[in-house]
């Protein structure tokens, strides 16, 4: 199976600062690499997807970039509404869609 | 528009079994994979299976593998997951997800059905 390893695992940030999270497969998964946003209370939802393509309606101040092993997500600019959980997710592994652990970004 | 809306909330002793449904609509249901997201209290996302919604063909995580049935009923577009001898640790949200396309990211999620498991 496919490790999944975000980093780090909670994060304090303030509103208008960079903030960037780390996510690192065991082997690689190419660019079958996607990122989700949780609120509490609240299914995820889908950010970003293949390591870099924003999903419909997603601000453009979240990014996401790697390949391999080896991958992160930014969001240039924190807003109020952004303060949530993230996760990464590997999707080369057929049927296996490992999350990683996650990240909890609160406010500073 | 895709919605995925699902069963509510349950209840259960140790031992017992749980099914909870994912009716599907505003999509052509056997034209995707349906997945099974459950998310326990205080921790991350954990991937449970996924059917496909054509064929029936299913895949599980090996950590259900052998308590978990993912089904499907295409005259209704639901999908259903079967959950057999609970344990405390099988409390949690379940959510299904549509996989997508792109990448198989889940696109589309239902709004989860909490699952207790309580003497």
């Known amino acids: 199976d496919i490790q999944m390893t975000q980093s780090p695992s909670s994060l304090s940030a303030s509103v208008g600062d960079r903030v960037t999270i780390t996510c690192r497969a065991s082997?690689?998964?190419?660019?079958?690499l996607n990122w989700y946003q949780q609120k509490p209370g609240m299914a995820p939802t889908l950010l970003i997807y293949?390591?870099?393509i924003l999903q419909g309606g997603v601000p453009s101040r979240f990014s996401g970039s790697g390949s391999g092993t080896d991958f992160t997500l930014t969001i240039s600019s924190l807003q109020p509404e952004d303060f949530a959980t993230y996760y990464c997710?590997?999707?080369?592994?057929?049927?296996?869609?490992?999350f990683g652990q996650g990240t909890r970004l609160e406010i500073k | 528009q895709v919605q995925l809306v699902q069963s509510g909330a349950e209840v259960k002793k140790p031992g017992a079994s749980v099914k909870v449904s994912c009716k599907a609509s505003?999509?052509?249901?056997?034209?995707?994979?349906m997945h099974w997201v459950r998310h326990a209290p205080g921790q991350g996302l954990e991937w449970m299976g996924r059917?496909?919604?054509?064929?029936?063909?299913?895949g599980y995580s090996q950590d259900v593998q052998g308590r978990v049935t993912m089904t499907r009923d295409t005259s209704i577009s639901t999908a259903y997951m079967d959950l057999s001898s609970l344990r405390s640790d099988d409390t949690a949200v379940y959510y299904c997800?549509?996989?997508?396309?792109?990448?198989?990211?889940?696109?589309?999620w239902g709004q989860g059905t909490m699952v207790t498991v309580s003497s």
């Open positions: 997800a549509r996989g997508s396309d792109r990448y198989d990211a889940f696109d589309f």
């Open positions: 505003g999509y052509r249901f056997t034209d995707y994979y």
């Open positions: 059917i496909n919604a054509k064929t029936g063909v299913t």
């Open positions: 082997q690689s998964v190419g660019i079958y």
């Open positions: 293949g390591t870099s």
């Open positions: 997710q590997q999707s080369v592994l057929t049927p296996t869609r490992t």
